[in-house]
T-cell receptor
Framework: QKEVEQDPGPLSVPEGAIVSLNCTYS??????FMWYRQYSRKGPELLMY????GNKEDGRFTAQVDKSSKYISLFIRDSQPSDSATYLCAMSYSNSGYALNFGKGTSLLVTP | GAVVSQHPSRVICKSGTSVKIECRSL??????MFWYRQFPKQSLMLMATSNEGSKATYEQGVEKDKFLINHASLTLSTLTVTSAHPEDSSFYIC???????????FGPGTRLLVL
């Protein structure tokens, strides 16, 4: 079983919809949780960063972490065609220097 | 802030030649840099972790003699693909980490095509 599971999609939604992206993980030692956005043929761009459980909001984006369920989510409100990309969840252990554990990424298409 | 550059952005080479890819942190000091490879429609696969001034740590299955990594300074790491073969064609991405922070900042990637 992979440590981080993420549905690859593709997920297609109309413009203006609320998008929900999710990842589950198996290792309870993960403490740091991130969401990256990757456009085609580009490097990933950090969207959200959360430590431990809880919610974090930044503009149209909200990240949620539920450590008891080993489940993280990214919500995108008022989705735009420019949000069309692959969204990767990533997580790491508490000690510095550890590499990130990535999900496979979910491909999102927001149609006008 | 936290900008990472990679050079070149794409390279085409003949089989058997070596290719060097540079990764630079432009506005911060990167204590750790990571090299990833990404095949089409796949997630990022970590190849190696590089700390400034020390030898890189390679992931299982990654040949250290084929993928040479040098992290000579706090702002520069290089990946050299030696004796490249067509199966090495991929998208290579580096990332850099600031001391004390868990987030990684990614470069724009280098697309390598070996003919």
């Amino acid at each position: 079983q992979k440590e981080v599971e993420q549905d690859p999609g593709p997920l297609s939604v109309p413009e203006g919809a609320i998008v929900s992206l999710n990842c589950t993980y198996s290792n309870s030692a993960f403490q740091y949780f991130m969401w990256y956005r990757q456009y085609s043929r580009k490097g990933p761009e950090l969207l959200m960063y959360t430590y431990s459980s809880g919610n974090k909001e930044d503009g149209r984006f909200t990240a949620q972490v539920d450590k008891s369920s080993k489940y993280i989510s990214l919500f995108i409100r008022d989705s735009q065609p420019s949000d069309s990309a692959t969204y990767l969840c990533a997580m790491s252990y508490s000690n510095s220097g550890y590499a990130l554990n990535f999900g496979k990424g979910t491909s999102l298409l927001v149609t006008p | 802030g936290a900008v990472v550059s990679q050079h070149p952005s794409r390279v085409i080479c003949k089989s058997g030649t070596s290719v060097k890819i540079e990764c630079r942190s432009l506005d911060f000091q990167a204590t750790t840099m990571f090299w990833y490879r990404q095949f089409p429609k796949q997630s990022l696969m970590l190849m190696a972790t590089s700390n400034e001034g020390s030898k890189a740590t390679y992931e299982q299955g990654v040949e250290k003699d084929k993928f040479l990594i040098n992290h000579a300074s706090l702002t520069l790491s290089t990946l050299t693909v030696t004796s490249a073969h067509p199966e090495d064609s991929s998208f290579y991405i580096c990332s850099a980490k600031i001391r004390g922070k868990e987030t990684q900042y990614f470069g724009p990637g280098t697309r390598l095509l070996v003919l």
